[in-house]
């Protein structure tokens, strides 16, 4: 099968779309706030608690902008090990 084939069936089954631009994007958007919701922190809260501006923290939550490479490593990182990233910061009870 060529890349074009197997492109042509995946954009014609009806059960399994590809994900849109869009849907990447409120993927990426519901992440940044799950994580924030999980460690049960206001965005100024978790702003401090990680450096991260709170204008860029909203950007992100509202869709605005996508957290780049980078950004995603470094919020898997604090999804993994909230604590650890804190403590390392010194920022451990930053509001």
Known sequence: MSDAEAESGALADKDNPPISKDRLSMTQVARVKV??????????????????????LRDWEQGR?????????????????PETVSRALGTRNAA
């Open 35 to 56: 994580i924030r919701r999980a460690l049960h922190l206001t965005q100024e809260e978790f702003s401090g608690r990680y450096l991260i501006p709170l204008g860029t």
């Open 65 to 81: 902008t996508e957290p780049d490479q980078a950004a995603r490593a470094y919020l898997r990182v604090i999804a993994k090990e």
